[in-house]
């Protein structure tokens, strides 16, 4: 018996998005440890430290002293770091979160970005907090935030009302040049 190359690729997608949804779901509970190891495959610095003095605590209220490429995201009264990226030049709100493998987008945030899937596209399935659902992989033409621009960015699209909120993930924040966290805030450096 033999197996047709597209239920072979159909398995391999399948694979990396359950692997991908354990890798978030372990990502979340030991961030720290993650942190680590994305250093040390990648070279990339996710850093917490507190301003050296009260004049660098006072740069770091403000964003007036970014460096071109820089963008400065403050955390909100819960602690996570939300903002709004253009996608495919459209804005879309999302949050920041270094334990997803790829950039999540809820199935309305990627019509508002210009990206329209059938219902026989969302052919891989993932286990989340929530439960399993259905997900769509998709190629992002662009990622903006600020003056920090990414392309062709690999991610998902959830089936309408699985996912609540569009989640940027290592798949965009990898290609940055460093992320940094420092206190109530992280700082992406293109």
């Given at each position: 018996?033999?197996?047709?190359?597209?239920?072979?690729?159909?398995?391999?997608?399948?694979?990396?998005?359950?692997?991908?949804?354990?890798g978030a779901a372990y990502g979340i509970k030991h961030k720290d440890e993650v942190k680590r190891t994305i250093t040390e495959l990648t070279g990339k610095t996710f850093s917490k430290s507190p301003?050296?003095?009260?004049?660098?605590?006072e740069a770091e209220s403000t964003d007036a002293s970014e460096a071109p490429g820089d963008v400065t995201l403050r955390a909100t009264l819960g602690g996570h770091f939300e903002t709004s990226a253009e996608i495919n030049g459209r804005d879309?709100?999302?949050?920041?979160?270094?334990?997803?493998?790829?950039v999540?987008?809820?199935?309305?945030?990627?019509?508002?970005?210009?990206?329209?899937?059938?219902p026989a596209e969302f052919t891989n399935t993932v286990s989340t907090a929530n439960g399993t659902a259905k997900?769509?992989?998709?190629?992002?033409?662009s990622i903006s935030i600020?003056?920090?621009?990414?392309?062709?960015?690999?991610?998902?699209?959830?089936e309408r009302g699985k996912l609540h909120r569009t989640l940027l993930g290592m798949t965009?924040?990898?290609?940055?040049?460093?992320?940094?966290?420092r206190k109530n805030a992280l700082v992406l450096h293109e």
């Open positions: 018996m033999s197996i047709s190359s597209g239920t072979v690729s159909l398995f391999a997608s399948a694979a990396f998005f359950i692997a991908a949804a354990a301003p050296a003095s009260a004049e660098s605590a879309v709100d999302v949050m920041v979160d270094t334990g997803a493998t790829l999540a987008m809820t199935y309305e945030d990627a019509e508002r970005a210009g990206i329209y899937l059938k997900v769509a992989p998709i190629q992002i033409e600020g003056d920090i621009t990414v392309r062709n960015v690999r991610g998902a699209v959830a965009f924040l990898g290609r940055l040049s460093r992320v940094e966290m």
